[in-house]
């Protein structure tokens, strides 16, 4: 069974910095695009960025491009989201998933599978 540990997650303020990991158990993990997406309390889930398994491609939200990179180290099995000028609206759980990668692509946003952790929670107050 596929497991995932998600953690790096705190309470900043608006301008802050956070960089959120996710180690994942259970998946060949060097074969998967993976990615990031975040639920806010009475929003809809929103997926955050995308990465190839060939750990250069990359697709983001547009909201996020500029302040948030995702990166993966495949020898860690380790998915990784550093999240800088962070904003009020990027308050959320977030969750590492496996990345649908054809409707990412086609869609040029980020697309997300069910999680397989427990998220870890970002608070941003300004």
């Known amino acids: 069974r596929i497991q995932a540990v998600e953690s790096g997650g705190g309470s900043v303020q608006a301008g802050g910095s956070l960089t959120l990991s996710c180690i994942i158990s259970e998946l060949p993990f060097a074969s998967y695009p993976l990615g990031w997406f975040r639920q806010a309390p009475g929003k809809e889930r929103e997926g955050v960025a995308c990465?190839?398994?060939?750990?250069?491609?990359?697709v983001y939200l547009d909201d996020v491009k500029g302040r948030i990179t995702i990166s993966r180290d495949n020898a860690k099995n380790t998915l990784y989201l550093q999240m800088n000028d962070l904003k009020t609206e990027d308050t959320g759980m977030y969750y590492c998933?496996?990345?649908?990668?054809?409707?990412?692509?086609?869609?040029?946003?980020?697309?997300?599978?069910?999680?397989w952790g427990g998220g870890t929670q970002v608070t941003v107050s300004s």
């Open positions: 998933a496996a990345s649908d990668w054809g409707a990412t692509i086609a869609n040029d946003k980020p697309t997300l599978n069910r999680a």
């Open positions: 990465i190839h398994w060939d750990g250069i491609t990359t």
